[in-house]
């Protein structure tokens, strides 16, 4: 079963408006990561955020994260139509061994 | 500046042929992940693997596909009789060292798009 849980699924938005993903995840972890993926395209690392951290900024990236709810949040400031992509939290949770299990992923469509 | 590098991009195969795809790391990396994703789906971790090693295999099935890191030259995904449910895009990622001390990001490639005819 997949460690992360993103929702919404989709997500539609004008030009301009800020895009909130969340994923929720199952087990105690060392990290979270957001990847960003345009279609057919490969995955791009866009923001890592420790266990022990509870907010990151990257540009117009805004991560949070609640250990104790074992859940983030992406917020994309202002956003481009550039911005449309799938969006994936991704973990390397305890019992998961070396390796990052990914959620099913928010598809993002920004509307110019 | 040369980031992980996949070929064939788009592979077709008939039923029962073989698949193998190709991947070169990012020099200096010495960690690799192979993922698959299914149309509008996440990543699905298959194997992770140093120079000449599988560490984890647990992703892979467990028959008709194989994995390698030789010492010299990329990494290899083995696909023995494909079917028609192979059919995917499977995506390489590297990394400088493994996650746990590494705790850092995966640079991915473009990926392969395997068609199963």
């Known amino acids: 079963s997949q460690q992360g849980e993103e929702d919404p699924q989709a997500l539609s938005i004008q030009e301009g408006e800020n895009a909130t993903m969340n994923c929720s995840y199952k087990?105690?972890?060392?990290?979270l990561q957001w990847y960003r993926q345009n279609s057919g395209r490969g995955l791009v690392h866009l923001i890592l955020i420790r266990s022990n951290e509870r907010e990151k900024h990257s540009g117009r990236l805004r991560v949070t994260l609640d250990t104790s709810k074992k859940s983030s949040s992406l917020l994309i400031t202002a956003s481009r139509a550039a911005d449309t992509a799938s969006y994936f939290c991704?973990?390397?949770?305890f019992g998961y061994g070396n390796k990052l299990v990914f959620g099913a992923g928010t598809i993002l469509r920004v509307k110019s | 500046n040369a980031g992980v590098m996949q070929n064939p991009r788009h592979l077709v195969r008939r039923r029962g042929q073989e698949a193998r795809l190709r991947c070169s790391p990012v020099k200096g990396h010495s960690h690799v992940y192979w993922y698959r994703q299914l149309p509008e789906e996440g990543l699905k971790f298959m194997v992770y693997l140093q120079k000449e090693n599988i560490i984890d295999e647990s992703g892979m099935p467990k028959e008709r596909f194989s994995a390698e890191f030789p010492k010299e030259g990329p990494s290899i995904l083995r696909i023995q009789q494909v079917v028609r449910g192979d059919s995917a895009a499977y995506f390489c990622?590297?990394?400088?060292?493994?996650?746990?001390?590494?705790?850092?990001?995966?640079?991915f490639g473009e990926g392969s798009r395997l068609t199963v005819l």
């Open positions: 990622a590297s990394s400088p060292g493994g996650l746990i001390k590494n705790t850092g990001e995966l640079f």
């Open positions: 087990t105690s972890i060392n990290n």
């Open positions: 991704a973990t390397d949770g």
